[in-house]
Each structure stands twice: as structure tokens, then as C-alpha cells.
């Protein structure tokens, strides 16, 4: 559309099935062009769960991947059965202790390295991860887990819930929580919830008004 062979960098990648309510992706073209009109091609040709809702110019030593300082994520969990959140919610009909599951991810504040709820044999110089916020709210029959971090390691949201379940469930406590935390293995942490459940909310950069 622009006549021009264009190089696309994205934030960062999720696992197959996640969604993202926000995103950003940055590419370098010298010439000025008609921005809105290339928002409505573009999303003339996308696939209908893809959509641009702009496009700005940033400096040229920006970095989508690379400048971000906070990434947030929700999870949802819809505790009755509801025809239209089949893929955008994950039906989970046991009784969670929602009180419980807010102490242990307070916990998650008392550590950096998140090796346990990484998947293994991932390419990554450090687990070290720091976390800004981690805490549950329900609204009727939905479960809302939001969280904040300068960095994710693969997998780690969907497993850090997980094994929060299993203290919502009282099938481990507080101090077994912090103690899988601290083993840095990923055998010893809960399973992975399902990837439908999962959003990328909001990326974070020190030179944009987020």
C-alpha cells in the first residue's frame, strides 16, 4: 500500500489463542502519507479480529519491543456458563476462595525471579521479572486477574494463574505458594490455564501519554 518493502517489528508475541486489546508494532518509512486513509485500507484488508486504530510517528532510534516499561495482562474466568464467552472466557464452575487467591498474589511483590511459572527450555538471559500489580476483583459471575510487570517470561501469566486456582481451590497454601516461588521449578507450580482466558490490556512507553 505504501509502494515500499516494510519491515514490521511487534511488541512482543502471546501464546496461540490470546487476545490483545492493545498492541503496538513500529516500521521506518521516510515519506509523509495520508495516515487515515491508510488506517481504513489497512483495515479493509485485515482479518476481522485484527484492527488498526492508528497510526504516529516516534523517534527514529524507538524501539516497540525493546522501549516498553510495563505490560499489563487480565485474566477471565466466567463462573456460569455463558454461550458468548465461549473463546473470550475461560468456564470455570468451582468455588475459588477470591479472598485467598489476593493474599498469595501479594506474595508475588516479595520476589523477582519467576522462574517456576516459566515455560522450560525457553532462550532467555534472566527469569527476573519485576511485578508493579497482581490482585483479583469479581464482577457477577466474571473473575477479573490483572498484572503488571516491566517484563513477562513465556507461559508465566497463564501459570501463575493456575496456580493461584489451587489456592482458590485449598489444594495448596500461602506458604506452599511462596515455596514454588523460591523452587524455581516449573514441575513443582500449578497447571497452565487455558490461553482464551488471557489479554494483553495496555504496553507501556516512556515517551508516549499512556
Known sequence: MLNSEINLMGAGRTDTGV????????????????????????????PKDIVIYDIFAVDSEAHVRFD????????????????????QSWYFHQELDIDLMNEAAKLLFNHTDFQCFSKVNTDVNTFDCTIFEAYWI?????LIFTISA????????????????NIGLHKITLTDF????????????????????????????PY???
Open 19 to 46: 487476545h490483545a486489546s492493545e498492541m503496538y508494532a513500529h516500521f521506518d518509512f521516510e515519506v509523509a502519507f495520508d495516515i487515515p486513509k491508510l488506517i481504513h485500507k489497512l483495515n479493509s484488508y485485515l
Open 68 to 87: 516498553a516499561t510495563k505490560r499489563t495482562y487480565e485474566y477471565h474466568i466466567n463462573v456460569f456458563k455463558d454461550a458468548f464467552l465461549q473463546e
Open 138 to 142: 469479581q464482577e457477577g459471575n466474571k
Open 150 to 165: 516491566n517484563r513477562f517470561l513465556r507461559n508465566m501469566v497463564r501459570s501463575i494463574v493456575g496456580t493461584l486456582v
Open 178 to 205: 511462596n515455596a514454588i516461588i523460591e523452587s524455581k521449578s516449573r514441575d513443582k507450580a500449578g497447571f497452565s490455564v487455558p490461553a482464551h482466558g488471557l489479554y494483553l490490556t495496555k504496553i507501556e512507553y
Open 208 to 210: 508516549l501519554d499512556n
